[in-house]
């Protein structure tokens, strides 16, 4: 189970939901690319942080 979270501050995170998964790509190997959408709107901050959690099935 993979989950995102994304600051502007790298002190208040906020959750991406599961429609904030835009795209995946399984490459074949054992490994994939998940592009998420951020839910904090860009325009207000001007940067933003993201982190991945990463949980075994």
Known sequence: ???AMF????ATWTAA???DLISRTNH???TATLR????LPLNTIGRQ????????R
């Open 28 to 30: 074949g190997d054992g």
């Open 7 to 10: 600051s502007a501050d790298l």
């Open 49 to 56: 942080f993201g982190r991945v959690n990463l949980m075994p």
């Open 36 to 39: 998420f959408l951020s839910p």
């Open 17 to 19: 939901a599961a429609t």
């Open 1 to 3: 189970m993979v989950s």
